[in-house]
């Protein structure tokens, strides 16, 4: 399936300038563009993102098992990073000393 089959309500995965992946819906067809749910205007024959700079362009290609698979890993790796991120802020002194043996007990587990 490509741009040029894709119906209005379907599913796209949308790629940031960033690296980022999203699954979003359509909301238009035309004969030269895709317009998005909440915003976001591509061009129909090659996915990329109208009026958008070379700094920050987005792209959508036709949300396939494979892209469906790469924007889930994307989730869970972004969500993976936060909790590494949270960590990183939190303050330990304000555990109690059963909790900090608990998780110093985690941090002596082997890797996978």
Request: a positive charge; one cysteine or more; aromatic letters at 6%.
């Amino acid at each position: 399936m490509t741009l040029q089959n894709v119906q209005v309500g379907e599913p796209v995965m949308l790629i940031g300038c960033d690296g980022s992946l999203s699954v979003k819906l359509i909301a238009k067809v035309t004969k030269l563009h895709i317009i998005l749910e909440k915003g976001g205007k591509f061009q129909r024959a090659t996915g990329r993102q109208v009026n958008g700079n070379i700094w920050h362009s987005q792209n959508i290609e036709v949300l396939t098992p494979q892209n469906l698979a790469s924007v889930k890993a994307y989730r869970a790796e972004f969500h993976r990073r936060r909790l590494a991120t949270d960590l990183r802020q939190f303050q330990f002194c304000d555990l109690t000393t059963d909790q900090l043996n608990r998780i110093s007990a985690i941090t002596k587990e082997p890797r996978p």
